[in-house]
Antibody
Framework: EVQLVESGGGLVQPGGSLRLSCAAS????????MSWVRQAPGKGLEWVSV???????FYADSVKGRFSTARDNPKNTVYLQMNSLRVEDTAVYYC????????????WGQGTMLTVSS | SYVLTQPPSVSVAPGQTARITCGVN??????VFWYQQKPGQAPVLVVY???DRPSGIPERFSGSNFGNTATLIINRVAAGDEADYYC???????????FGTGTKVTVL
């Protein structure tokens, strides 16, 4: 069974940093396009980032320069490093598999909650 | 910025047909994907490439995409279809993935 499991969420003060993890089973993160999508409380979905098989990454304008992605292939895990956090980054962060460039998100994790507050 | 506009809510009686629209200029030239999200759960892909369905998604779910509007159609609506629905495309100008504003479907 293919599964994505996020972890690492929590409470962080504005300006702080946090790293989210997405552990995959049933698929290899090194040969898939892995993405992060977030959802603020009571709001809609917002795409955050994608990391490609060649390690190239793209980011939403709202997080560019503050967030970065990385992969640990032996651990089959993708990470989202979040720096200079803002109150408006508060959201549930989902890890998702992107089927192809310009394509769809067909596998999703259950999400992990980040709260940025003083 | 690229905004996909959806109606905030759609209400439908059981057994009837729900139509959820998603609009932006020239949307018909793009591949549109639709997701269902029930409260407290992750989104689930229900329709892709306009009208195809992943395995396990009922045939009651279909889509169309023409001109400036894509439409998710849910036939014979059941109580279990009550959820938020989002459209999604890839904006090739910005290399960004964009979700629609979301539509809450209520089964009366």
């Amino acid at each position: 069974e293919v599964q994505l499991v996020e972890s690492g969420g929590g409470l962080v003060q504005p300006g702080g940093s946090l790293r989210l993890s997405c552990a995959a089973s049933g698929l290899s993160v090194s040969s898939n396009y892995m993405s992060w999508v977030r959802q603020a409380p009571g709001k809609g979905l917002e795409w955050v980032s994608v990391v490609f098989t060649d390690e190239k990454s793209f980011y939403a304008d709202s997080v560019k320069g503050r967030f970065s992605t990385a992969r640990d292939n032996p651990k089959n895990t993708v990470y989202l490093q979040m720096n200079s956090l803002r109150v408006e980054d508060t959201a549930v962060y989902y890890c998702a598999r992107l089927t192809n460039w310009g394509g769809k998100f067909d596998i999703w994790g259950q999400g992990t909650m980040l709260t940025v507050s003083s | 910025s690229y905004v996909l506009t959806q109606p905030p809510s759609v209400s439908v009686a059981p057994g009837q047909t729900a139509r959820i629209t998603c609009g932006v200029n020239n949307l018909g030239s793009k591949s549109v994907f639709w997701y269902q999200q029930k409260p407290g759960q992750a989104p689930v892909l229900v329709v892709y490439d306009g009208s195809d369905r992943p395995s396990g998604i009922p045939e009651r779910f279909s889509g169309s995409n023409f001109g400036n509007t894509a439409t998710l159609i849910i036939n014979r609506v059941a109580a279990g279809d009550e959820a938020d629905y989002y459209c999604q495309v890839w904006d090739n100008n910005s290399d960004h993935y964009v979700f629609g504003t979301g539509t809450k479907v209520t089964v009366l």
